[in-house]
């Protein structure tokens, strides 16, 4: 299903910015965004669904921003605790981490300036600041181009 949204946010583009649409897309959405666990490797589809949505919307995700931005900067934190504990466990966390990096920064993009206010109140740049540290130069590359986001 998730995959079958994406597609359709894709093809429709900015289309999909009907109220009734998003007033019943978006709350399904963000229930199934709370269902799953943070280690739940199907929230990986619902990631890539997201992205689709929110570049297709842009700042009509405004209401749902702070709530997606907050629990990928918790499985970043996670990502980054797990990879701390044992360095092995970046090959089986490194999807979480692309995904949420990837969705900030279609949060960033959507919401251009209205995102200062959400990244001002998180700790994003000390997470970034952190994977910095770890070796991996795919880590490092996504870290740089958040950077180049913010």
Same mark, same amino acid.
């Given at each position: 299903?998730?995959? =079958?949204?994406?597609?359709?946010?894709?093809?429709?583009?900015?289309?999909?910015? #009907?109220? @009734?649409? &998003?007033? /019943?897309?978006?709350?399904?959405?963000?229930?199934?965004?709370?269902?799953?666990?943070?280690?739940?490797?199907?929230?990986?589809?619902?990631?890539?669904?997201?992205?689709?949505?929110?570049?297709?919307?842009?700042?009509?995700?405004?209401?749902?921003?702070?709530?997606?931005?907050?629990? =990928?900067?918790?499985?970043?934190?996670?990502?980054?605790?797990?990879?701390?504990? #044992?360095? @092995?466990? &970046?090959? /089986?966390?490194?999807?979480?981490?692309?995904?949420?990096?990837?969705?900030?920064?279609?949060?960033?993009?959507?919401?251009?300036?209205?995102?200062?206010?959400?990244?001002?109140?998180?700790?994003?740049?000390?997470?970034?600041?952190?994977?910095?540290?770890?070796?991996?130069?795919?880590?490092?590359?996504?870290?740089?181009?958040?950077?180049?986001?913010?």
């Amino acid at each position: 299903m998730f995959d =079958c949204v994406g597609s359709i946010a894709q093809a429709v583009g900015d289309g999909l910015k #009907n109220t @009734e649409i &998003l007033g /019943t897309l978006l709350p399904l959405l963000n229930k199934k965004w709370e269902q799953f666990s943070d280690n739940d490797r199907s929230l990986l589809t619902l990631f890539e669904c997201f992205e689709s949505v929110v570049f297709a919307i842009k700042e009509a995700i405004e209401d749902y921003a702070q709530n997606i931005f907050d629990r =990928c900067i918790k499985i970043l934190s996670n990502v980054l605790n797990n990879i701390k504990t #044992n360095y @092995e466990n &970046l090959f /089986t966390e490194t999807d979480f981490y692309i995904r949420s990096m990837d969705l900030i920064s279609s949060i960033l993009t959507a919401l251009n300036h209205k995102a200062e206010k959400i990244v001002m109140n998180s700790n994003l740049i000390m997470i970034l600041r952190e994977f910095l540290e770890i070796r991996e130069l795919c880590i490092k590359q996504y870290v740089f181009a958040m950077v180049g986001d913010l």
